[in-house]
Structures are given as structure tokens and as C-alpha cells.
């Protein structure tokens, strides 16, 4: 996500620090940036000029105090830890000038605690992308409890900049996208795990009879299971509703490292050229 919401504002002409402590995880970002612009380039979609000007403005940093000692905002978008947000948030504020927005990419974790982490909580904000963020229009503006109309403003206002549609939202467990979301994709994973259909049978029903462009499980396995689990938490706890409790198969396939399409093995199998079912029903 952090790579490519810095290839999202570089592009559209703002200088860009990407900061991690892992040199070779910014290498990374750098080439699945320029990656994603040869793919550009190829489909016509930017010129060779763009491209050259996009790489141009990204800069990386293993120091957090340089990489943010002058900017107007910083985007977290670190794993979905909410211990480590917290931890972040506070050395950011620290670092930050005093009229820098914090935003955070969280996917569900309270907007109101991480800005209670600080001591500008005014100016702390959600700014949620959509994977991959080069192509999804949609970014979740949140509210957190204290964040004022400016900075909210401010927000809406950038991300129609960077060709996005905001959408403001406030600050309540998974807020819109992933409440909605996540209990559906909880939903189709019992529905495996209590032996109704397969992995396939589950995806293709939802393809084609709901219209979806891909199937709950493999949207899973590209979000990635330790994330689905870890936003199913935060809404069991948030809400206190069984409802939103993760299905075992969810926590036992984490548990035993299948995180999907980033561990190479979810509800499918991403070792060969084709994607090939991992899982069974139950009952087989």
C-alpha cells in the first residue's frame, strides 16, 4: 500500500519520501513503482516523460526525522498493528512541523486513539486507499474525534487532486468499507468451512450471480488473511457483537502462515504460473 500511494502522488506531481527502516524493502518500492509505470507507458496511459518525472520526485529514507522534517503531510500506511501505529504516531508528532497532517492508511483501527498518540490530534485523519491504490478511485476520508473541519478539508480536497473520490466518513469500528466488507468475506469462509461448497463453487457464485469481479475468497487471499483477521478483531471488539467473530479456518490458516497471495498460499495456491485451489470443504 505505501509504495503505491507514493507512486499516486508522485505522479501527479508532489514530492514523495518514502520512509521504512528495511533498506531493501524501499529498493522494493521503488521498482514496483517503476514496474507499474512500464505497465503505464506500455497501455499509453503516461508518457515516457511522466514516467521519468514520476521516479524523479521519489526519494527514500531510513531516518524517519529526515524523511519528515519538512513535510506538509505524512501518510502512515505501516501493517495493521495498532500498537505499532501508536508507536509510530508518537515519533511522527515529534518530528512532523507543528502544521503537518498526519493521516493514516488504517484499514479499521480507531482514528481517535492514534491521535490520542499525539499532541495534534486536530490534524490527525484517515486517508484509507483502496488496492492497488494507482487504480482504485476510492479513498475513505475518517474523521477521528477532535481532527477539524480544516484539516478534513484539506484532505477531501487533496485526494480530488490526486484523481480520487473521497468520501467522509466518521470514526466508528471498520468505518464503511471494511464493516460492510469483512463480515461478507467471514461469511463465505464459513460457508467453506462448514462444508456448503467449495472455494471455486463460493467464487463463482458471487462472480456471477452478484456481479462481483472476483469472488470472496480470492479477494481474501489478495488482501492478504492476516489483515481480514486482524479487522475482524477490531470489529469483535469494537462492536462486542458475535457477528463479527473470525470463522476458525480464518485463524488456524493464519496461525499456520497461509496468509494468501503474499505467502504464496491461501484459499488458493499462487506457487505455480496458475492460480489453483488450496483449500476443501469440509465434508471432502
Known amino acids: 500500500m505505501g509504495n503505491g500511494i507514493a507512486h499516486v502522488f508522485a505522479q501527479n506531481g508532489y ?32 508518457t515516457a516523460d511522466e514516467k521519468k518525472g514520476t521516479l524523479a520526485r521519489l526519494n527514500s529514507f531510513t531516518d524517519l526525522q529526515s524523511g519528515i522534517s519538512q513535510a506538509d503531510l505524512v501518510v502512515e500506511a505501516a501493517t495493521e498493528n495498532v500498537d505499532l501505529k501508536l508507536k509510530i504516531f508518537n515519533e511522527i508528532d515529534r518530528f512532523a512541523p507543528q502544521n503537518t497532517i498526519l493521516a493514516t492508511n ?35 476520508v475518517i474523521n477521528g474525534y477532535a481532527t477539524s473541519t480544516e484539516t478534513t478539508s484539506s484532505v477531501m480536497e487533496l485526494s480530488k487532486k490526486l484523481g480520487k473520490i473521497p468520501v467522509e466518513v466518521e470514526d466508528y469500528p471498520g468505518f464503511v468499507a471494511n464493516r460492510i466488507l469483512m463480515p461478507m468475506l467471514n461469511e463465505a469462509i464459513y460457508t467453506l468451512f462448514e462444508g456448503v461448497a467449495g472455494v471455486e463453487e463460493i467464487d463463482t457464485v458471487m462472480k456471477l450471480g452478484m ?14 488473511l492476516d489483515v481480514c483477521l486482524s479487522i475482524l478483531h477490531v470489529l469483535y471488539e469494537g462492536f462486542g457483537n458475535p457477528k463479527y467473530a473470525p470463522c476458525p479456518l ?19 495456491s499462487y506457487q505455480s504460473d496458475r492460480k489453483e485451489v488450496s483449500v476443501s470443504p469440509s465434508f471432502k
Open 211 to 224: 456481479a462481483h469481479p472476483m469472488g470472496p475468497l480470492q479477494l481474501a487471499d489478495f488482501i492478504g
Open 106 to 140: 488504517t484499514s479499521s483501527i480507531s482514528i481517535t486513539k492514534i491521535a490520542a498518540a499525539t499532541q495534534r490530534p486536530e490534524k490527525v485523519i484517515g486517508m484509507h486507499f483502496m488496492n492497488p491504490v494507482p487504480v482504485m478511485k476510492l479513498v475513505e
Open 15 to 46: 514530492q514523495v519520501n518514502l520512509i521504512d527502516i528495511s533498506e531493501s524493502a524501499l529498493e522494493r518500492s521503488i521498482q514496483t513503482i517503476e514496474r507499474n509505470l512500464d505497465r503505464m507507458l506500455r497501455k499509453e496511459k503516461i
Open 250 to 268: 480464518l485463524s488456524n490458516m493464519v496461525s499456520a502462515g497461509k496468509l494468501g497471495r503474499k505467502s504464496g498460499e491461501g484459499f488458493y
